[in-house]
């Protein structure tokens, strides 16, 4: 099994419609992430999470909101989808002194 | 705010050819540094990365780093390249007071290296 796993895979839903995207990780890491990635723009963060009470925001986070259900467990919603959230979304763990575990990606299409 | 360039939006290579992927960052002090590959589909995958210490980090799959401070820049090097190169790269800093990046990475917008047979 991977370490960082993401559901769905792959995503299409309609404009203002609610959607969650999961991830669950077996590293046993504290910290957790939720990146956006548009063509030629990189990697964007959109919320961390330290541990179940501490939710920060990063520099895209309007839109978006996370929960994290359990160490192992940070999901993303999007509450009424739009087009332009249409992205590839990753999530990723860390811990000091190592770089950080990427999931697969969940590529998701607003319509 | 730190900031991270990639000057090379593509770069193509004939296999077997050396590399080098450049990497230079704004920041007040030396930030940690990362690289990583995306292969097609796939989630970035650590090649490397420098905290301290010796300028030249090794990699996964051949590949090595030299951080100069001087330059600020961290380019990204293999001596031959295979087929199985072509990938998109990534620069990434993180902030040393924050353990490395943990209030997040702030990663280049990538070079896309095409393998010419």
């Known amino acids: 099994d991977a370490d960082v796993t993401q559901t769905p895979r792959n995503r299409i839903t309609k404009t203002g419609k609610r959607i969650m995207l999961e991830c669950s990780q077996t590293k046993g890491h504290d910290r957790m992430y939720w990146y956006r990635q548009d063509p030629g723009l990189g990697l964007q963060l959109i919320y961390y999470s330290f541990d179940v009470k501490d939710i920060n925001k990063g520099e895209i986070s309007d839109g978006y909101s996370v929960s994290r259900q359990a160490q192992a467990k940070f999901s993303l919603s999007l509450e009424s989808a739009i087009p332009n959230q249409t992205a590839l979304y990753f999530c990723?763990?860390?811990?000091?002194?190592?770089?950080?575990?990427f999931g697969s990606g969940t590529r998701l299409t607003v319509v | 705010a730190q900031s991270v360039t990639q000057p090379d939006i593509h770069i193509t290579v004939s296999e077997g050819a050396s590399l080098e992927l450049r990497c230079n960052y704004s920041y007040g002090a030396t930030p940690y540094l990362f690289w990583y590959v995306q292969s097609p589909g796939q989630g970035l995958q650590l090649l490397l990365k420098?905290?301290?210490?010796?300028?030249l980090v090794q990699g996964i799959k051949g590949f090595e780093a030299e951080f100069k401070r001087s330059q600020s820049s961290f380019n990204l090097r293999k001596p031959s390249v295979h087929w199985s190169d072509a990938a998109e790269y990534f620069c990434?800093?993180?902030?040393?007071?924050?353990?490395?990046?943990?209030?997040?990475?702030?990663f280049g917008k990538g070079t896309h290296l095409i393998i010419q047979p």
């Open positions: 420098y905290f301290s210490g010796d300028t």
């Open positions: 990434a800093v993180g902030d040393p007071s924050s353990g490395g990046g943990a209030d997040g990475l702030t």
């Open positions: 990723a763990t860390s811990a000091t002194g190592y770089g950080y575990t």
